[in-house]
């Protein structure tokens, strides 16, 4: 797609290819951090590693590091947000992480994660729920929730 | 009379969970509250075949008589205990008749757990792990297909792998490359099976099985999904006990070691997926039924993600009952086996599989075919060993919905 566009830019105007390539750029690093993980406040933690984001979203890490437990909050499979989250954050297709809390769950190894209907509903059960962590597309300043980062 | 009440209840369960999914309304909420969660899962699949009978159809009509239905329930009080249970009914020809059982039911406890590694321990009836697939095997959804790749699952002895009662330690290491997971598991199969006496004995006699103590093992690497990787390793152990009132067999041991290994692939739109497997048949003081050889079995499948929930894929599939006698000729020829109607193409099967799958939110449509030279993975309970065709097609369609 970025290139696609950035192929459109340049063969129609050779002479702005530098600037227009530093906005493309620009946008790109833009989208690509288009979703943050949140986590409701009382969670010790302002970062974690890309292995624990994962073991924690594919359910195989249920407690923080104080011993309390971890209440995973997601979007249904569909929804651009998860699949986003997925990509962006976690580094995997939607289709992985369904798979693998399948496998899991059916087999009666670990529990499935919460799913909600939409990212305002994600928002306040992230906010309510202790030990909660979840994602959405844009985190205001006055939202309830802290952000992890992934490192 | 336990049997078809138990049936009558299956089929009763059966009803009121497709009546609620076609009514969009799922009879239970996912989650109850206080760390309880429900699931289930069910499946009704349609088969028609062009000779050799599978799942209760009779060569030239079309079968009904394959369906799936088990729910769930999960409580964890507190992070560091899990407790699982699972009922399933299944329904295939005359091999398995919708009787209402335990699938799963264990405890767990995390013993030791600091964030990236977790070791614990599991106690009950336990889902045993083999190859990427066996601990689902019976929920549509997870399956690479409308039936499992049959040279590394075989159905007639799913039963015997599947779940069984006794103690595994499991761990989870979490590394910047990947995630480790392993378990190994101390058990005695269930082996009261009409199915397993056909494949080791080669007909359904008057005695039974009995599970021996046995183990089995898998350690899996999956590399941010991109790369999975396992190998899954242990021994099977049962006996037979004849009957008392007459039994052609008399008391005899079998032990069986095997492995397989997993490997597979994965990008946003495609999936290949192989895994190879060997598994020793050695039998000893019976009558009969002594032996002593290697079955081989593998496969490989690629999958395609087409978007707007389209999938489809092409797998070949191989099983060989004895790896040194891959035609089957040499045990066709013995006088007695040859007797009993038994031909060479019934120690092997070499199965195309061309399918496709519609995912609609929680319901899976998929519909597969198969062009089989071989009959080793038939059920013989269906098909008599005289009568099974070399060369045969198969035509599969499913529904399949999932909480």
């Known amino acids: 797609m970025t290139g696609r566009l950035l192929n459109l830019l340049l063969s129609r105007r050779p002479a702005g290819a530098p600037l227009l390539l530093l906005f493309v750029l620009l946008l790109s690093s833009a989208t690509a951090s288009a979703v943050d993980i949140i986590a409701h406040r009382g969670v010790s933690l302002n970062a974690m590693s890309l292995a624990s984001a994962r073991a924690i979203f594919g359910m195989r890490q249920v407690k923080w590091p104080d011993g309390t437990s971890i209440k995973v909050f997601v979007l249904p499979d569909e929804s651009p947000t998860h699949g986003a989250a997925c990509k962006e954050r976690l580094n995997l297709f939607p289709y992985q992480l369904r798979q693998s809390w399948d496998r899991l769950v059916y087999s009666g190894m670990a529990q499935a994660p919460s799913e909600v209907s939409s990212e305002e509903e994600l928002m306040n059960k992230v906010a309510a729920t202790p030990g909660a962590i979840g994602y959405v597309r844009k985190v205001r300043s006055n939202d309830p929730v802290k952000i992890i980062n992934i490192e | ?403």
């Open chain 2, 1 to 403: 009379m336990i049997r078809s009440k138990s049936s009558i209840l299956s089929r009763s369960c059966l009803l009121i969970v497709w009546g609620s999914a076609a009514l969009g309304t799922p009879v239970f909420a996912q989650e109850l509250g206080d760390g309880l969660q429900a699931h289930g899962f069910i499946s009704q699949s349609m088969v028609h075949t062009s000779d050799n009978k599978v799942g209760g159809n009779s060569g030239d009509d079309v079968g009904w008589d394959m369906r799936e239905m088990g729910a769930n329930l999960s409580w964890r009080p507190n992070p560091d205990w899990l407790i699982s249970g699972q009922i399933l009914a299944r329904w295939a020809g005359d091999t398995d008749e919708g009787k209402l059982r335990l699938d799963y039911g264990f405890v767990d406890r995390t013993l030791f757990a600091d964030g990236d590694t977790q070791v614990g321990l599991r106690l009950g009836k336990i889902k045993n792990p083999y190859g990427f697939f066996n601990t689902t095997r019976d929920v549509a959804h997870t399956r690479p297909g409308i039936i499992m790749p049959q040279s590394v699952y075989l159905d007639q002895i799913r039963n015997f792998f599947l779940a069984a009662p006794g103690v595994s330690v499991y761990g989870n290491s979490e590394y910047h490359t990947g995630n480790l997971s392993w378990q190994i598991s101390a058990l005695r199969p269930e082996v009261n099976d009409q199915s397993l006496e056909y494949v080791f004995l080669l007909n359904d006699l008057p005695g039974h099985f009995k599970g021996k103590e046995s183990w089995l093992s898998q350690a899996m690497f999956d590399m941010g999904g991109e790369w999975r990787m396992g190998i899954s390793l242990g021994a099977m152990n049962m006996t037979y006990r004849p009957s008392p009132l007459g039994d052609i067999e008399i008391a005899g041991n079998h032990h069986l070691p095997t492995w397989v290994l997993s490997l597979e692939k994965n990008t946003e739109n495609w999936s290949l997926t192989a895994e190879y497997g060997r598994t020793r048949v050695k039998a000893k003081n019976y009558n009969f039924a002594n032996t002593d050889h290697w079955t081989e079995a593998w496969y490989a499948q690629a999958t395609r993600r087409f978007g707007n929930n389209w999938q489809g894929f092409i797998r070949y599939d191989a099983l060989y009952l004895d790896k040194d006698d891959k035609t089957g000729e040499g045990f066709a020829s013995d006088p007695i086996i040859a007797g009993l109607g038994f031909k060479a193409h019934s120690r092997y099967a070499q199965d195309w599989v061309l399918g496709v799958r519609h995912d609609i939110d929680h319901l899976a449509l998929s519909a597969e075919l198969h062009r089989v030279d071989g009959t080793a993975w038939l059920a013989q309970a269906e098909n008599l060993p005289a009568s099974q065709v070399r060369k045969w097609n198969m035509l599969l369609l499913q529904a399949a919905w999932r909480f």
